[in-house]
Every structure is written in C-alpha cells, then in structure tokens.
C-alpha cells in the first residue's frame, strides 16, 4: 500500500488455509518485552528468555481454556491428556496423533527502527518464539535452577498451558512488521527498558483447525 510503513513477509503456508472453515477456532495472544534472535550454541540465557517467555503466555492460554466453549467440552477428554514431560504436565492446544490439530499464525511484530530494517534476522527470532510456545523435548531445553537441575512447574504451572505439541504443526505463517513507537517494559522487571535492538510487541492470530474430524475433535468443528 502506497505511504505504508509496514513489511509483510509470508514465511509458510498451505492453500488447503485459503478457504475459511467453519471448523476453525481463533484467538488472539499478546506479547511485549525482549525477543532475542536464536543462536547456533544454546545458552542457559537463552533457556531462560525462551521459558520467561513460555509463562507470559501460559496465564494467556490457561484462561483461554476456561472461557472458549470448544475447549471447555475437551477438558478431562482422555485424549486430550496433558503430556508429562521433564516434570511439568504440558497441556497444547495444537496437537497431532488423534486429535489432529493443526494452526496457523499471522503476527504483527513492532520494532524500532526504519521500515527496511524491521524484518533484520526475522527468521531467528520467530525461531525462539516458537520454541517458546510448543512443549520442550529435552531436559537442556529448560534453565537450570540452584541446584543445576532442570526448574520443575510454579504451583499455578500445572497443568503448564501451550499452544503447541511442536512447531510442525504450524502449517501458515505470515508476518506484518511495522514501526515501534515507543518504549517497551521489561516483563520480568518492570522498572527497565528493553533494549531498542530486541524490543518487540506481538500481536499473534492463531487459527487453529481439525486436520481430520472425528469424535475428540468435534467441538473444534
């Protein structure tokens, strides 16, 4: 659009997505602070920037379990299990296997910066996003507390709330880039300011919708 500030980047997509369905279900989840770009050697700063970010979103996702109709008729479904992992009983939303649930994302990303510039290592820094948001696979993918173990669940953290089994079942994802235009808070401590290089707010559309319909899916329909 002529005069537009933004920068749209389509990272993947199925066209099965191009045709709305009645059996889609979608929200809408929020961020703001730090989003640093992924790095080739894991560090424990980046185990923990992506778990500080996994409990951002956990309240967002926990009371979207308690108000959206389609997933209140799935708790306590048998086959809506939380998965025990590492500690933590993690509960998706998204999820292959039986329920065959599959999403896509369309996110609005602000950063500071020109226009031309906002879309600089995209690539790294949805990559830490949504490792943040699926279940994690390994004990190295969680911080480790004092004891140099793996950090277990807070008591509200159980069952822990994601969006994700894991990011393949990310079958779209479309990005709207444009100009911060003011100060972004540090979430875990309010009184500091994100660095303008890695601060960001988020706007994530999620839709998500049944691969295959059947009896433990048929709320999403």
Same mark, same amino acid.
């Given at each position: 659009?002529?005069?537009s500030?933004?920068?749209?980047?389509v990272?993947?997509?199925?066209?099965?997505?191009?045709? *709305?369905?009645?059996?889609d279900?979608?929200?809408?989840?929020? /961020?703001?602070? *730090?989003? /640093?770009?992924?790095?080739?050697?894991?560090? !424990?700063? +980046?185990?923990?920037?992506? @778990?500080?970010?996994?409990?951002?979103?956990?309240p967002?996702?926990?009371?979207?379990?308690?108000? @959206?109709?389609?997933?209140? =008729?799935?708790?306590?479904?048998?086959l809506? !299990?939380? /998965?025990r992992?590492?500690?933590? $009983?993690?509960?998706?939303?998204?999820?292959?296997?039986?329920?065959?649930?599959?999403?896509r994302?369309? &996110?609005?990303?602000? +950063?500071?910066?020109? !226009?031309g510039?906002?879309? #600089?290592? &995209?690539?790294?820094?949805?990559?830490?996003l949504?490792?943040?948001?699926?279940?994690?696979?390994r004990?190295? =993918?969680?911080?480790?507390?004092?004891?140099?173990?793996?950090i277990g669940?807070?008591?509200?953290?159980?069952p822990?709330?994601v969006?994700?089994?894991?990011d393949?079942? &990310?079958?779209?994802?479309?990005?709207?880039?444009? #100009?911060?235009?003011?100060?972004?808070?540090?979430? &875990?401590?309010?009184?500091?300011?994100?660095?303008?290089? $890695?601060?960001?707010?988020?706007?994530?559309t999620? #839709?998500? +919708?049944? /691969? +295959?319909? @059947?009896?433990?899916?048929?709320?999403?329909?």
């Amino acid at each position: 659009m002529p005069g537009s500030s933004d920068a749209r980047v389509v990272l993947r997509w199925d066209p099965d997505w191009d045709e *709305p369905s009645e059996g889609d279900m979608e929200f809408r989840l929020t /961020y703001e602070g *730090p989003l /640093y770009a992924q790095n080739n050697r894991e560090s !424990p700063g +980046r185990r923990k920037h992506k @778990h500080d970010l996994r409990r951002y979103f956990h309240p967002q996702l926990k009371a979207l379990w308690t108000k @959206h109709p389609a997933l209140l =008729d799935l708790r306590g479904n048998e086959l809506w !299990p939380p /998965y025990r992992r590492e500690g933590f $009983n993690w509960q998706p939303i998204v999820r292959g296997g039986l329920p065959s649930v599959f999403c896509r994302l369309d &996110i609005l990303m602000l +950063r500071h910066g020109d !226009p031309g510039g906002i879309l #600089t290592d &995209i690539d790294n820094r949805l990559k830490t996003l949504f490792d943040a948001l699926q279940v994690v696979e390994r004990p190295s =993918d969680l911080p480790e507390g004092p004891d140099g173990q793996p950090i277990g669940p807070r008591p509200n953290e159980d069952p822990f709330y994601v969006l994700l089994e894991n990011d393949r079942l &990310i079958t779209g994802v479309s990005v709207v880039a444009d #100009t911060l235009l003011g100060p972004v808070m540090d979430p &875990i401590d309010k009184t500091k300011v994100v660095p303008p290089e $890695n601060a960001v707010r988020l706007f994530i559309t999620v #839709t998500a +919708r049944p /691969y +295959r319909v @059947h009896m433990d899916n048929l709320s999403l329909v």
